[in-house]
């Protein structure tokens, strides 16, 4: 398998829960924003909507290997900050799961980075 191949399929891995769990997002924003609230965060809406856009345009730019460093990078922010946020209660085996989890997503993410997203994007650059 061709090296542009596979960082194709690195990038939609990367980016499939991304996009699973943002898109839906749009349509109803606040039970998210009632969760942003109740860990604390201030304008919750808001934040709510950072995430949206992190996730999905973020998301989408990976995916198709646009400005793939710069998203990448935000990607990975985003996965150290919810580890940071929302996984922290570690006498919970799945929150520990889910702390280390986002930090493995996060080294893909600044992989990718270093990488590039190969021939087979919108950018083509190996």
Same mark, same amino acid.
């Given at each position: 398998?061709?090296?542009? =191949? *596979?960082?194709?399929?690195? @990038?939609?891995?990367?980016? /499939? !829960?991304?996009?699973? &769990?943002?898109?839906?997002?749009?349509?109803?924003?606040?039970?998210?924003?009632?969760?942003?609230?109740?860990?604390?965060?201030?304008?919750?809406?808001?934040?709510?909507?950072?995430?949206?856009?992190?996730?999905?345009?973020?998301?989408?730019?990976? =995916? *198709?290997?646009?400005?793939? @460093?710069?998203?990448?990078? /935000? !990607?990975?922010?985003? &996965?150290?900050?919810?580890?940071?946020?929302?996984?922290?209660?570690?006498?919970?085996?799945?929150?520990?799961?889910?702390?280390?989890?986002?930090?493995?997503?996060?080294?893909?993410?600044?992989?990718?980075?270093?990488?590039?997203?190969?021939?087979?994007? *919108?950018?083509?650059?190996?």
């Amino acid at each position: 398998m061709s090296n542009d =191949l *596979v960082l194709l399929v690195a @990038r939609i891995f990367l980016v /499939a !829960l991304f996009l699973a &769990s943002g898109i839906p997002l749009i349509f109803a924003p606040g039970g998210f924003a009632g969760f942003m609230g109740s860990i604390g965060l201030p304008a919750p809406m808001l934040v709510t909507w950072i995430v949206i856009a992190v996730k999905v345009l973020g998301g989408l730019a990976v =995916l *198709v290997g646009f400005q793939t @460093r710069y998203a990448a990078y /935000a !990607l990975a922010a985003f &996965s150290i900050g919810s580890a940071l946020l929302g996984h922290t209660n570690w006498a919970d085996m799945n929150e520990f799961n889910n702390f280390f989890k986002n930090f493995a997503i996060a080294g893909g993410f600044l992989a990718l980075s270093v990488a590039g997203p190969g021939a087979l994007s *919108v950018s083509g650059r190996r």
